[in-house]
């Protein structure tokens, strides 16, 4: 192997391990906020409830928004790419 392929392995390798750290010590901080949700929204009235699920939903529409034209403008360039390439 070549000096730069050794590289691109052990970044690759670095930054798994750091994604994989980041995902051992991520778990008990989610799992703790949605228990506390959970039982707030348990002991809401129902309007309550229901506007909790409409604010979920609000904040969730506009990452999942940004998140489908991120995939589908990287799609294209991709597309685009493999095109010129050829």
Same mark, same amino acid.
């Given at each position: &192997? *070549?000096?730069?392929?050794? &590289? /691109?392995?052990?970044?690759?390798f670095?930054? $798994? =391990?750091? =994604?994989?750290? +980041? ?5 008990? $901080? =989610?799992?703790?906020?949605?228990? %506390? ?5 348990? $002991?809401?009235s /129902?309007? +309550?409830?229901?506007?909790?699920? /409409? +604010?979920?939903?609000? !904040? !969730? %529409?506009?990452? $999942?928004?940004f &998140?489908? +034209?991120?995939?589908?403008?990287? #799609?294209? #360039?991709? @597309? /685009? @790419? *493999?095109?010129?390439q050829?």
């Amino acid at each position: &192997m *070549d000096c730069g392929n050794t &590289m /691109k392995l052990h970044t690759a390798f670095l930054a $798994a =391990f750091v =994604f994989l750290c +980041g995902l051992c010590a991520v778990p008990p $901080a =989610f799992s703790q906020g949605c228990t %506390l949700c959970s039982s707030y929204v348990e $002991a809401s009235s /129902k309007g +309550g409830q229901r506007a909790v699920n /409409k +604010g979920v939903l609000l !904040l !969730l %529409l506009p990452t $999942a928004g940004f &998140m489908s +034209g991120g995939l589908a403008l990287a #799609y294209r #360039y991709s @597309r /685009k @790419r *493999d095109l010129e390439q050829s």
